[in-house]
């Protein structure tokens, strides 16, 4: 009996070694806030990096665009030239950078081609607002001075209505026919007169 209740005793101290001697896995718990706010702050960096690099893009588009536009105004001032014979409103300037278009023979609607070349002239003014022009009526040297005067005027009128149509005001274009008064070429054959029957555009100076 005795040596039943020594192996008892025996038993329970090695069961109470082995349950001591097994370490208690430790549980960490991590705060709930700390698994909310990480991404969140996250997510707010991001954001306002992104936010800051647009800013930057449109700052440097907008410094692109300025400096394209004075690169322009450069242009056209150095494309203006006074023009020898004034204007019927006092001085007027000339620039290459708005080009002439032509009419076939005793007709003063607008080609195809030079359609084209007043939607150019078009965009042209829309960038200079403030710049008025005068459109010249010309015409070859066949017919009467009464007629071509009545036909340039024509042609004067049809080319300011077109550039009407594209958005040019109006109250910025002035209109003239000399008819045949001022030949581009003072030819006598069909290549003179073909440059001759023109829409030739001015700048008023101011």
């Known amino acids: 009996m005795v040596k039943k209740s020594i192996s008892i005793i025996i038993l ?4 109470g ?3 001591s001697g097994c370490p208690k896995k430790t549980v960490v718990k991590e705060e709930p806030s700390v698994k909310k706010e990480e991404p969140a702050r996250l997510q707010a960096e991001r954001e306002a990096e992104r936010a800051a690099k647009e800013a930057r893009e449109k700052e440097l588009a907008k410094i692109k665009e300025e400096e394209a536009k004075k690169a322009r105004e450069k242009e056209f001032e150095k494309s203006l030239v006074a023009k020898k014979t004034p204007g019927i409103e006092g001085e007027v300037l000339e620039s290459k950078m708005l080009k002439d278009i032509h009419f076939d023979f005793d007709k003063y609607d607008i080609r195809p081609g030079d359609a084209e070349i007043l939607k150019e002239n078009a965009a042209l003014l ?8 005068q459109i010249e009526g010309h015409c ?7 007629y071509n005067l009545a036909l340039g005027e024509r042609r ?3 080319t300011k209505r077109y550039l009407v149509s594209l958005g040019i005001s109006g109250d910025r274009i002035s209109t ?6 001022r030949p581009l ?3 006598h054959n069909e290549e003179a007169w073909t440059k001759n029957r023109r829409a030739h555009t ?3 100076s101011k």
């Open 176 to 181: 003239i026919s000399y008819g045949e008064e």
């Open 185 to 187: 070429d003072p030819g």
């Open 202 to 204: 001015v700048i008023l």
């Open 12 to 15: 329970i101290l090695c069961l």
């Open 126 to 133: 829309m960038k200079y607002p403030n710049v008025k022009i």
């Open 156 to 158: 004067a009128n049809s």
């Open 17 to 19: 070694l082995i349950i």
């Open 140 to 146: 070859d040297e066949r017919g009467t001075v009464e």
